[in-house]
């Protein structure tokens, strides 16, 4: 049984390109967040929803694009493609009312050429 | 601004040794610190902590945190191969329940 599960695994798509990663979690988790993490690892949070609603919207390019159907799906689409989107997006949840960890799916590499 | 910062950045060791990670963070309203370890694919994780000066223990793996100096570490002794990965430390603000991460130390432990 697969908790936080993203599709696809790897994308190569060219410069331009509008692509869409998916996102489904069966934790009954409250909230779902997308980070990215670059070629030094580093993961940084671009979004996160809280039952559908988004709380948190860092400083990301407006070509990127999340939608929560509902609180066990979070997508993310990207307009307009950029070599410098290459990187591994990861999806998250977590029970989001107490202390409760991250749970994350096994990330999607993206590379733009 | 919030930040959480991870030491050594790297660091590579013989089977058998042990191993302390850094975490320090300045983060405001905080809840909890957390340690992840990411080998290939997602950071699986390790503990959480929320009081100062109570371990967290995992057989080899053990963690304190310390809320007054503003830091936490996590040890490894009697370190395996399977132990070489990536440690994430990552603080839980009570804004949003976001999760600020650090760079991550990447240890590589050697036969």
């Known amino acids: 049984d697969t908790a936080v599960s993203q599709t696809p695994k790897y994308l190569v798509t060219q410069m331009g390109n509008d692509k869409s990663i998916k996102c489904e979690q069966n934790?009954?988790?409250?909230?779902m967040y997308w980070y990215k993490q670059d070629s030094k690892k580093f993961l940084k949070i671009m979004f996160s929803?809280?039952?559908?609603?988004?709380?948190i919207n860092e400083t990301v390019p407006n070509r990127f694009s999340p939608k929560s159907p509902d609180k066990a799906h979070l997508n993310l689409h990207i307009n307009s493609l950029e070599l410098g989107d290459s990187a591994v997006y990861f999806c998250?949840?977590?029970?989001?009312?107490?202390?409760?960890?991250?749970?994350f799916g096994n990330g999607t590499r993206l590379t733009v050429t | 601004e919030d930040k959480v910062v991870q030491s050594p950045l790297s660091l590579v060791v013989h089977e058998g040794d042990t191993v302390t990670l850094n975490c320090s963070y300045e983060?405001?309203?905080?809840?909890?610190l957390l340690w992840y370890k990411q080998e290939k694919k997602a950071p699986t994780f390790l503990f959480m902590l929320?009081?100062?000066?109570i371990e967290k223990k995992s057989g080899r793996l053990s963690s304190i945190l310390d809320k007054k100096e503003l830091f936490s570490i996590l040890n490894i002794t009697a370190t395996q191969t399977g132990d070489s990965a990536i440690y994430l430390c990552?603080?839980?603000?009570?804004?949003?329940?976001?999760?600020?991460f650090g760079t991550g130390t990447s240890l590589t432990v050697i036969p």
């Open positions: 929320t009081s100062s000066g």
């Open positions: 934790l009954g988790h409250d909230t």
């Open positions: 983060v405001t309203n905080f809840r909890s």
């Open positions: 998250a949840s977590s029970r989001g009312i107490d202390n409760s960890p991250l749970h």
């Open positions: 929803y809280n039952n559908k609603e988004l709380i």
């Open positions: 990552a603080v839980v603000s009570n804004t949003g329940n976001q999760f600020y």
